[in-house]
């Protein structure tokens, strides 16, 4: 399978951005689909992860009363909604999916990753 991520560009702070993360290629065997962001001179930190089975879904701490995340299983495909955006946002958002049956967020539990979407939050 591979993903392709979309929909990052450039934004005023408190704006809104809906990514897309489109699945090429069968998800069986993937249990969970996730959006991670690295943001210039940071690590590679985790934003929200969507299971693939119930639909259960988590978000970081950080964004969790901005962002949503949803996933459609038709489309193979998952969306970050994400509101009142600031500087801190500022990054290359990756989606990636996991095989892996226990969940977790670690970036290491990811099989598969996308090629990133630029998300610029300035005025």
């Known amino acids: 399978v591979q993903l392709q991520a979309s929909g990052g560009g450039l934004v005023q702070p408190g704006g809104s951005l809906r990514l897309s993360c489109a699945a090429s290629g069968s998800l069986h065997g993937y249990y969970a689909l996730a959006w991670f962001r690295q943001g210039p001179g940071k690590e590679r930190e985790f934003v929200g992860i969507v299971s693939l089975g119930r639909g259960n879904s988590y978000l970081a701490d950080s964004v969790r009363d901005r962002f949503a995340i949803a996933r459609n299983d038709a489309s193979r495909a998952t969306y970050l909604e994400m509101k009142n955006l600031n500087s801190e946002d500022t990054a290359v958002y990756y989606c990636?999916?996991?095989?892996?049956?226990?969940?977790?967020?670690?970036?290491?539990?990811?099989?598969?990753w996308g090629q990133g979407t630029q998300v610029t939050v300035s005025s």
């Open positions: 990636a999916a996991s095989s892996a049956a226990t969940p977790s967020i670690a970036a290491t539990a990811f099989d598969v």
